[in-house]
């Protein structure tokens, strides 16, 4: 099952994708060239350099028999402008994924036999990560819904509050190399200062307890000195997306 979390920014609501695949499948696959490219873009359009990108059988398309499992037929690496190149590949339906250990992209694509070739794309654009949160610094509250004891009532009217304890760790993107950790207040509030203008992941855990269930969720985060939002109300809460 896919999942998403609602994380409340400043007052905008986002929907943004948790661990694990982003719900992003269209009901058909993107028909591509047997010669194609996999961009990937961040949330400015930029081509993120140094990502890996698979190239995997479905297993429910002619290339594979069915409910086998996926085959990986190829790993490449984007490039100075976020493009991963695949070359030759076989008539038949795949998913493309950008690979990164908690923020996964996936699309389902079929590539055409070379003669409908003329039809098919020769690139394919792929924004990542999904849902960046953007504000000035690393700084503001979370807030998750409360565990009452009454699993339905939880999920038909979940009763939100401010998370205390929450431990938090920020990282480079890319490299999930660890800038700095805090953990939240009584009040629910965090900061981690003195990070540049850039990309980041900011990792959220707390084990459950009478109060809350577990969480543990990864948030993409960009800092940026021209956002107007100094702060961030984070409301973590998981809204299934998919089957």
């Known amino acids: 099952m896919k999942r998403h979390r609602s994380v409340s920014v400043a007052g905008a609501l ?24 996999a961009v990937v873009r961040d949330d400015r359009g930029n081509g993120v350099q140094g990502v890996r990108v698979l190239l995997e059988t479905d297993p429910y398309g002619p ?3 069915k409910d086998a499992p996926s085959v990986r ?23 493309v994924t950008v690979d990164h250990s908690f923020l996964q992209r996936s699309e389902w694509v079929e590539v055409l036999p070379k003669v409908r070739n ?3 794309a020769t690139a394919i654009e ?16 979370l807030q998750a819904p409360r565990n009452t004891g009454d699993a339905l009532m939880d999920k038909a009217s979940p009763q939100v509050a ?11 993107l890319l490299t999930d190399r660890t800038l700095g950790a805090s953990q939240t207040g009584d009040d629910g509030s965090f900061y981690i200062p003195g990070l ?22 990864d948030v993409p985060f960009r800092v940026d000195s021209s956002s107007s939002s100094l702060v ?11 089957g």
């Open 118 to 120: 003329k039809k098919a």
């Open 162 to 172: 401010l998370v205390t304890g929450a431990k938090l760790r920020i990282a480079e």
């Open 73 to 95: 037929i190829a790993t490449v690496v984007t490039d100075q402008n976020g493009v991963a190149a695949f070359s030759n590949v076989k008539a038949g339906k795949y998913y």
């Open 14 to 37: 986002l929907l943004l994708a948790s661990a694990g695949l982003a719900c992003t499948y269209s009901a058909q696959p993107i028909l591509v060239a047997s010669d194609f490219s």
């Open 196 to 217: 540049p203008p850039g990309l980041y992941v900011l990792h959220i855990e707390r084990a459950g307890d009478s109060l809350f269930r577990s969480l543990k969720e």
């Open 63 to 65: 290339v594979s028999k």
């Open 232 to 242: 961030v109300s984070l409301k973590m809460g998981n809204v299934i997306c998919g």
């Open 126 to 141: 792929m924004s990542w990560p999904l849902g960046v949160v953007t504000a000035r610094s690393v700084a503001g509250s």
